[in-house]
Structure formats: C-alpha cells, structure tokens
C-alpha cells in the first residue's frame, strides 16, 4: 500500500519506561508500522531503558509476548524481524544519576543524529530525569525531551513542573504529547476548515448553532483504582484532550502551517474561554459517577468498589460542560464538552450542529427537523467524517429523509493510514512541533479548569451525580443540553 512520506532522518529513541504498558502497547506497535512502511531511517535506533537487569534477548523475548499482540494490520513476520534488529535494552534507574553516563556512552556524541528521549514514566520523574540527562550532555540542541500527560494536578504543580524542565531543556526541545491531535480526522478536520471555501464561510456563530465534543469509554478504572482517584476525570481528559480538539474547532486560520503559527491560534482561543465563577459550576458543569451496572452484557461494580477506590471517594468519572467562547467568531454559540468512564459506548466524536434554515417550505414530521445539517468528526473507534443533511425520498410525495455524505479519505486516497502515535513519534523526530502543546498553551487551560477543581472541592455536601455503568451519564448530563433545546447526538 502506498505512503507519501518520506524517511526520517537518523536517530535514536530512548524510551524511558521501557517495560511499561505505554511503550508495549503503544510506542513500540507505532514505531513497527513506521519502519514496515519504510519510513524509519535505516540508522535509526530504539533504546528501552528499564530498572531491571535484563540482557538484550530477555527484553525482545518481553516484547514479542507483550507487544507483537497489540499490532492489528500490516504485519509480517520479516518486518518485525528486522525492525527487532533495532531495538536494544539499558538497565538505567531513570532515579540514579550514576546510571546516565552509561546512556551517554552508548547515544555517542554524534550531533547531525536525533536524540529523542521519550519519558513514559510517573511525571514526578521529569526533573530528575532532565538533570541527569543534562548533566552528561545530553540536553544538546540535537536532543528532544517528549512529555507524557498528566503535568501536574493543577496550575502550580504544573508549573513547578515545567520549570523544572526548563532548567534543562529549551522550549523548543520539549514535545508535550496529547495523542488526540496525531489522529488522521482531527488533521483533516483542519484541511476541511482551512482548504475549501464550501466550509469556511459557515464556520461562525452565524451558521453553527453548537458543538458537542465527546470522549467516552466502555471501561471502568480497572487497576488504575490508585491513580485515577487522584485525577478524576476533568483532570483525566477535559484539561487536555477534550481542550485541544475544542482549540482545534474554534480556531482561527493560521497564516501558515508552522509550529508556532498553529500554536499561537489556539492560544487566542484558550485565552478567550469564558471563565467560570460559582455560581457558573453548578449550571454549568456536571460531574458523575457510575455506579452499577452492565457493560458488554456483563455486570460491573461501580466505581467504588473498584480494586485501590477509597469508600466515600467523590472523584468524579464522568463531566459534562457547556463552555463559551467570547470573540467575534464564536459569541453566543455553546460548545458542550462531555467525558466519562463505563458509558454505554467507546466513542470520540466532534459534533458541529448548524443552524437550521429560516424558513421552512416542507411540511411533515422530518421537514422542520432540527438540525437536520451536521458534521460529525468521529475520532474512534473508526475515524471518519459525514455531512448530514436532509434529501427527498423517492415516489411521489416530497417527503424528507436523513442521509449523509461519507468522507472516507482511506478509500479516496488509496494510502495507509498512520495512528495518532506513529504520526507523532515522527513528528518529533523530524522536529515538527505543530502538533504538540506549547507551555502557554498549558498554562491557560489549567486556568480555565481551576475555577471548577476548586468549587468542586469546596463542595463536600453536593457529591457527584450517580449514573448506571453501561449509560450515557446523569441525566443531568441532557438537562445541560435541554436548556438550549437541544440533546447529544446519540440522543437523536
């Protein structure tokens, strides 16, 4: 199958976290699809690093138990072989500084390679890690340093990270990864925005009535129990999954492509998000939790007495938020952002609502249908893209039927398509940072979600609203939507 890329320059990825459930899962299938499709220079080297003492064999025989799985198409067996070849393992305590000149020594001093240093460990590592790299020389400007989420639980702790991190390292060799933004439909959702004239000219409060932007998932916290009842899921994904594709929606067209072209787009939008005070969290906002239930036609717990969830916990699994926007382009049109864990599908979707015509000549139960043009962005568990719109059955009567058009750019265009981490590790080893968060980017969305950490916190007396694992949330969650006489999308 054909790619359009062409081969990266030489390199070295050195995963930190080499053992772990990212770089087994995730990284290291990505990475074998780059190199399967030739995109990997043949100099290019993948370094795991573990606090284990492992040889080479024992780490590859890991790797074929633990990763190999997780590679759904385009396998064969050669490929994998010879992208094995590749992949060398270093015992290295990210912890000790004792360990990193054995790093250094096996990276070399060669300045015209690539350097990625990927950190697929706890975030309270960063800084060590950046020290003890720096402190062997490698924070030369060939050396580029990616930021697993989550930086920090709030404003502070987020930038005391940062900080940290900029001891060591220049903005501009540091990649902040959100891995929604590698996915192929939000990059055409933008080339849809940007490149035809059918879409620009409605792309304002004019013509769009809303958007809704949706990430759920089937699963529990499972045995993440720990962790994720010291995040919560505004923490989790609003502050910054579902923040960077609202950016992505309601940004204004950059001058050009460049990184900080992008960058900076988004940055007006993030500035210009209506704060929340009070009395604005509780109508605004939602917070949930399941409770339980069935999911795949099973019965599950609900989140509290899941394995590490503490009784009484009031961490929420589940937020709803109707968010507003005040600038010329978009004053007046609500986005409402929605995420939860055991809903009744895995879903991630962008939903642009627009405005129904004037005035409506057809009679019958579809012909003053509300809403009936849409655009629905679908970022999993298949991407896609569809215009709905309204169009006359067939016979003798004008009576309307739903239907859309299908903007399926894998059969338009005959190529494979890249998932969102390949596309990113490629990205940071050809040093395009257009797709990755910029440090004020950051600082901004933790001020927008501060305001509703704390009066959430303040809150003992009001818990989170309590929905049924297998559902779509409180039903809170469509009284926020009702108010605007309108429902979430599979609601319709």
Known sequence: METRSTPTPAFDMVLFGGAGDLVMRKLLPSLYQAHAAGLLNEQGRILALGRKD?????????????????IKSHFDDAAWQSFCS????????????????????????????????YLATAPNLFAGICENLAAVGLNRPNVRVVLEKPLGTDLASSNEINDDVARFFQEEQLYRIDHYLGKESVQNLMAIRFANALF??????????????????????????????GTGALRDMVQNHLLQLLCIVAMEPPANLEADAVRDEKLKVLKALRPFAEQDVAAKTVRGQYKAGASGGQPVVGYQQENGIPAGSQTETFVAIKAEIDNWRWAGVPFFLRTGKRMQERLAEIVINFRDVPHQVFSGPLGGSHHANRLVIRLQPEESIRLYFLAKEPGDTMRLQPTYLDLDFYKAFKVRRADAYERLLLDVIRGKLALFMRRDELIEAWRWVEPIMDTWAASTNSPPKQYTAGSWGPAASSALLSRDGISWHEEC
Request: one cysteine or more; proline letters at 3%; hydrophobic letters at 40%.
């Open 54 to 70: 492992l040889s080479r064999d024992d780490y590859l025989a890991s790797v074929e138990k633990q990763s190999r799985i997780h």
């Open 86 to 117: 590749r992949i060398d393992y270093l015992r290295v305590d990210a912890s000790q500084a004792a360990d990193f000149p054995a790093l250094a020594e096996k990276i070399g001093d060669d300045a015209g390679k690539v350097v990625v240093c």
């Open 200 to 229: 620009e000219p409605l792309w304002r409060r004019e013509w769009i009535h809303d958007v809704q932007i949706t990430i759920s998932e089937e699963l529990g916290v499972g045995s993440r129990g720990d962790f994720y009842d």
